[in-house]
C-alpha cells in the first residue's frame, strides 16, 4: 500500500513520544503536589560583597591573607626579587609569587604540608574553621582557587574535593562562594579590575540553608548545641 508509515517515520514518531513523557517526568518531579524543589544554578553574578580568598590543592584549604601576602610581595619588589618577572619566596605556607603588570600577583602552590586538611572543618576548634567562620555574609564570600588534581602526599582526596565540602559548610552558614580552576600553568592571581576585565571575581553559589530559615537562627541554634555539649 502507498500510503504505509516508513519505518523511518515510525521511528521519529515513537522518539519524539518518549522525549515529552520524559519531560512530563522531570516537571512532575520538580513539582509536585506537596512537595516544592528549588533548583539552584550555579551563574556568576554581581555582588557588593567583598571577596575572601582560598587556594585548594590536594585536601588542603589555605585562607589567603591578602595584606600579608602583599606586604611580603612589596618587599621583595623594592629588594629585586621579583625583576624580570621571577618566581620569589612570599614566605607565607610555601606560597611561590611573581608579579605581572596584567596579572598583578600569581601564586603558585607546590609545597602544601602546612596547610589546613580540608577535614579540620569538622572540629570545632581548628585554623580553617576558624577563618571560615570569621567571614561575615553580610560583607564578605568566599573565592577558591581549585587545583583540580591529587599529587603525592594527598591521602583523602582533591583539591575540588577539599572545595566541595567547604563550600557546603559555607552554605550552611549562609556564605556565598565563588571560584575557578587554577594549574601550574595558569596559577591563582589576584589583580585589580582596572588593570584587566579578567581581574573579576564574584560568587556563583549562594549561600542558603534551609528555605525560610534566618541566619542568625541558626547560629544561634549552633551555640546552645555547644553550650549543651559542654
Same mark, same amino acid.
Given at each position: ?26 516537571? @512532575?518531579? %520538580?513539582?509536585? &503536589? ?6 539552584? %544554578? ?5 555582588? &557588593? ?31 629585586? +626579587?621579583? +625583576? ?13 609569587? =611573581?608579579? &605581572? &603588570? ?12 602546612? *596547610? $589546613?586538611?580540608?577535614?579540620? %572543618? ?14 561575615? $555574609? ?40 565563588? *571560584? ?6 595558569? $596559577? ?14 564574584? $560568587? ?5 540553608? =534551609? ?8 547560629? @544561634? ?10
Amino acid at each position: 500500500m502507498k500510503n504505509l508509515i516508513s519505518l523511518d517515520s515510525l521511528t521519529d514518531i515513537v522518539s519524539n513520544s518518549v522525549g515529552i513523557l520524559i519531560i512530563f517526568a522531570v516537571i @512532575n518531579l %520538580i513539582h509536585d &503536589d506537596s512537595k516544592t524543589y528549588q533548583l539552584e %544554578i550555579p551563574l556568576e553574578h554581581d555582588t &557588593d560583597l567583598s571577596p575572601v580568598f582560598f587556594i585548594s590543592k590536594n585536601d588542603r584549604i589555605l585562607a589567603l591573607n591578602t595584606d600579608t601576602l602583599f606586604a611580603n610581595a612589596t618587599l621583595q619588589a623594592t629588594s629585586n +626579587a621579583a +625583576a624580570n618577572k621571577r618566581l620569589f619566596s612570599l614566605d607565607y605556607f610555601g606560597l611561590l609569587g =611573581k608579579i &605581572d &603588570d596584567k596579572k598583578g600577583i600569581s601564586f603558585f602552590a607546590r609545597d602544601t604540608s602546612e *596547610w $589546613p586538611e580540608f577535614k579540620e %572543618i569538622e572540629k570545632r576548634s581548628s585554623t580553617l574553621r576558624d577563618s571560615l567562620d570569621k567571614l561575615d $555574609p553580610a560583607k564578605q564570600f568566599a573565592y577558591f582557587f581549585v587545583y583540580d588534581n591529587t599529587e603525592d602526599g594527598s591521602s583523602s582526596g582533591s583539591g575540588f574535593e577539599a572545595f566541595r565540602e567547604t563550600r557546603e559548610y559555607l552554605k550552611s552558614r549562609f556564605i556565598k562562594s565563588g *571560584w575557578q580552576p587554577v594549574n601550574s600553568e595558569s $596559577p591563582a592571581n589576584i589583580c585589580s579590575r582596572s588593570i584587566s576585565r579578567r581581574c573579576v571575581y564574584q $560568587p556563583s553559589y549562594l549561600g542558603g540553608g =534551609k528555605s525560610g530559615s534566618n541566619p542568625n537562627n541558626s547560629l @544561634n541554634n549552633e551555640n546552645k548545641s555547644d553550650n549543651k555539649a559542654q
